[in-house]
């Protein structure tokens, strides 16, 4: 056990801890990375699952900070999958020296702000403690699974897997009797995969998702020509634009066309294959229901031709909630999986899954046999791993335990631009709630905040802040500003974890800011313009230890770095 002082400290080697570690660096900040897995990685580390891929284009997904960096690095599909992915992050591990600033396989458990000395302690698995004046949590959105609370899922004397934990010397279907649990974007993907090689497939759907076609397929010469020449370009146009991934402007509504210029733009995207594409096909999919309708039928009627059986169809197009409002998905043969001889559908709705047993998985009318059961049953997104961490901010008075960030979240996931937390002073989250995150090309809005947030530390720094806190006023106007925008949006009425739906007792909100992503750097900017005028600033000296005890900024790198103190 030991304590050990930075300047800041990072939770989380996933693309935002990465980033945010290289900015510190630049800023000749003394940062550390603390994180739970053995490697680097993040979601793309822990997603090892057979078929996991991104559904976001590879030249929009990656880092746009660095010209020589997406210069050199070839992307060798449309869409990228998780090994390439990960390959790309310790290129950029390696490439800016990171590895040494990363602690793996160290657990966070806590965060805990002390007034008095203005900094936080975060206490590990290992009974370790980092302290640092400043936090950021880059723990993800989608990094605490969702294990579904089913009857005898203990008991179950199979092989059973998580999507979001996958064994990392790989699994093997072959000839085995699998059931895949959920047919979200995991499941739809994993499911034609292991149909390959297993004796049969079972896929357990309650939900249906809708899905479109990824056309996934090898990047050439001239791809890599074409994106590379406009690259800067390119980026500016991404973070100006609605979704931060592409930059086609979609100005016209669904209602104001003919049904054949609409069926022609449709199967123009369908048969490019992007589902951001496709959900902004029209600038009314996301708030008027009936323009959302027309989408839903042109995806309703691909979906039926695609299964070919009409009785499978009939269960596999989605129905009872707007397109887009569950994640919109992409595959390679999902539906036609529905054609082989060894998968079988389980519509949970109309034979709902009572138990697992030792031998396989009951319903309310069969006992399926089976050797292998495969969790893909999501995530408790974007505020889950923060609300199952005990972080304590300042105490509402002297004396008192300090705010938690669980009860606060309990209450409604509030946050000042999706980046502080009111009460939580010096602590950054990288794309929180009420941040375009999921719905934007996630490594931009990484990016966005990662930038925000470095610059903002610059900033405090060089005026001699000790702490700082968004104030409430300026917390609660960003909260009424998300909710209004998405009260506009046929979000709010979704039951997924886009609203926090899918997890028992979390309340229901939009977790997203769905304003777009260039209004939302508009905000940023205009934010950092202004001085940061929604937060309240303590200077050094007016409270906590005096500016020159804790070092000045020549030497602050040396009398905070690793102290080791070995308890
Ligand atoms: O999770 P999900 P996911 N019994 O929540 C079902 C990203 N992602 O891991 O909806 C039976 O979407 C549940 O059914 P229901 C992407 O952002 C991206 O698939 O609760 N079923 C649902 O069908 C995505 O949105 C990529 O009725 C149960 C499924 O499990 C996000 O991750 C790839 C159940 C969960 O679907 C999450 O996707 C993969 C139960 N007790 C993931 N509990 C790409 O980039 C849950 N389910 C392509």
Not at 267 to 274: A, L
Not at 445 to 458: G, M, P, R
Not at 525 to 531: K, T, V
Request: aromatic letters at 10%; a negative charge; charged letters at 30%.
């Amino acid at each position: 056990m030991g304590i050990f002082r930075h300047e800041l400290v990072i939770v989380g080697a996933g693309v935002g801890g990465l980033y945010a570690l290289i900015r510190a660096r630049r800023q000749g900040l003394d940062a550390v990375v603390l994180e739970r897995g053995s490697d680097i990685g993040g979601t793309w580390y822990w997603n090892r699952y057979p078929g996991a891929r991104c559904d976001v284009e590879s030249f929009d997904y990656s880092f746009s900070f660095d010209e020589e960096l997406q210069q050199e690095w070839v992307w060798t599909e449309k869409y990228a999958g998780q090994p390439e992915i990960l390959a790309y992050l310790h290129h950029v591990a390696e490439r800016y020296g990171l590895r040494d600033g990363v602690r793996l396989q160290t657990n966070v458990q806590s965060a805990r702000w002390d007034e008095d000395a203005l900094e936080w302690t975060v206490g590990t698995e290992d009974g370790d403690e980092y302290v640092a004046p400043m936090l950021i949590m880059a723990t993800g959105v989608l990094s605490t699974p969702k294990i579904p609370d089913i009857p005898g899922i203990d008991d179950f004397r199979g092989e059973l897997y998580n999507s979001a934990n996958w064994p990392a010397e790989g699994v093997d279907f072959a000839g085995k009797r699998v059931a895949v649990i959920g047919t979200g974007s995991t499941g739809i993907q994993i499911i034609p995969e292991a149909a390959k090689t297993a004796g049969r497939v079972y896929a357990m759907q309650r939900t249906p998702s809708y899905s479109l076609p990824a056309h996934n397929r090898p990047l050439t010469e001239a791809d890599q020509q074409r994106v590379k020449g406009a690259y800067p370009d390119i980026r500016k146009r991404a973070r100006a634009s609605m979704l931060g991934a592409f930059t086609d402007t979609f100005d016209r509504s669904a209602l104001e066309v003919t049904a054949e210029e609409r069926e022609a733009e449709y199967r123009r995207i369908y048969d490019y294959g992007s589902p951001m594409r496709f959900a902004s096909a029209f600038n009314d999919l996301i708030t008027d229901d009936e323009a959302n309708r027309t989408a839903r039928d042109f995806v309703d009627a691909r979906i039926a031709e695609r299964v070919g059986d009409p009785e499978i169809a009939a269960r596999v197009v989605p129905n009872g909630y707007a397109l887009a409002t569950r994640r919109l998905c992409i595959d390679t043969g999902y539906y036609e999986t529905y054609r082989r001889e060894n998968v079988t559908l389980v519509d949970l709705r109309e034979e709902p899954l009572e138990a697992i047993t030792e031998t396989g998985i009951r319903t309310a009318k069969r006992e399926i046999e089976l050797d292998m059961i495969v969790l893909a049953t999501g995530f408790d997104a974007v505020t889950g791993t923060l609300r199952r961490l005990d972080i304590r901010g300042a105490a509402p008075s002297p004396g008192e335990e300090g705010l938690s960030l669980r009860e606060k979240w309990d209450l409604s996931p509030d946050s000042w631009l999706g980046i502080m937390v009111h009460g939580f002073p010096n602590l950054f989250v990288v794309t929180g709630p009420g941040s375009p995150s999921v719905s934007a090309n996630m490594f931009l809005a990484i990016e966005q905040h990662v930038e925000f947030i470095s610059d903002l530390i610059e900033d405090s720094r060089r005026r001699g802040d000790a702490r700082i806190e968004p104030s409430a006023e300026a917390e609660a106007a960003w909260v009424a500003h998300v909710r209004e925008v998405s009260d506009g949006t046929l979000f709010k009425d979704a039951t997924s974890w886009y609203t926090g739906a899918n997890v028992a007792g979390k309340p229901r909100a939009v977790l997203q800011y769905l304003g777009g992503v260039g209004p939302y750097d508009d905000r940023l900017r205009e934010e950092e313009r202004a001085g940061y005028p929604g937060l309240e600033r303590t200077p050094w000296g007016s409270r906590g230890p005096r500016a020159e005890d804790r070092g000045s900024e020549d030497h602050r790198n040396d009398k905070h770095r690793n102290e080791g103190v070995h308890a």
